[in-house]
């Protein structure tokens, strides 16, 4: 079973030991057990053989997303509503009403936003 990824697929691969950093890039081409990838004008050419992983990217993690929003939205509220609490401008049970609501307004926002996640492929002929 052969692996297909078409050029300009952007992907990031994990080499094996010792060079374990991780590349990331676009495909320039994938041929048999070579793939070559390019990024910011640096070439790179792995054998598939010598990859401990391989990464395309893949769709939306709206569950990151959600994440993200709604720990961004409590910060914030967090902050400035513990802020006017401090000064009495506004009741303890008022700010822990506010960070809930925010909290999800933001991680509904981050949901919407949400950022591409990676989806790993099995590389072909390794069994793991």
């Given at each position: 079973?052969?692996?297909?990824?078409?050029?300009?697929?952007?992907?990031?691969?994990?080499?094996?030991?010792?060079?374990?950093?991780?590349?990331?890039?676009?495909?320039?081409?994938?041929?048999?057990?070579?793939?070559?990838?390019?990024?910011?004008?640096?070439?790179?050419?792995?054998?598939?053989?010598?990859?401990?992983?391989?990464?395309?990217?893949?769709?939306?993690?709206?569950?990151?997303?959600?994440?993200?929003?709604?720990?961004?939205?409590?910060?914030?509220?967090?902050?400035?509503?513990?802020?006017?609490?401090?000064?009495?401008?506004?009741?303890?049970?008022?700010?822990?009403?506010?960070?809930?609501?925010?909290?999800?307004?933001?991680?509904?926002?981050?949901?919407?936003f949400a950022p591409k996640g990676w989806e790993r492929?099995?590389?072909?002929?390794?069994?793991?």
């Amino acid at each position: 079973m052969g692996l297909t990824i078409t050029p300009g697929t952007e992907i990031r691969v994990t080499p094996r030991p010792p060079a374990t950093s991780r590349v990331r890039g676009r495909v320039v081409v994938l041929a048999r057990d070579t793939i070559v990838l390019r990024d910011v004008g640096t070439v790179s050419r792995f054998a598939l053989a010598d990859l401990l992983a391989l990464e395309v990217r893949g769709g939306e993690d709206k569950r990151r997303g959600f994440l993200i929003g709604a720990g961004v939205a409590t910060g914030i509220t967090g902050i400035f509503g513990g802020i006017d609490a401090s000064k009495g401008r506004i009741s303890n049970d008022d700010l822990i009403g506010t960070i809930i609501v925010n909290a999800l307004i933001g991680g509904l926002v981050g949901y919407a936003f949400a950022p591409k996640g990676w989806e790993r492929l099995p590389l072909p002929g390794i069994e793991r």
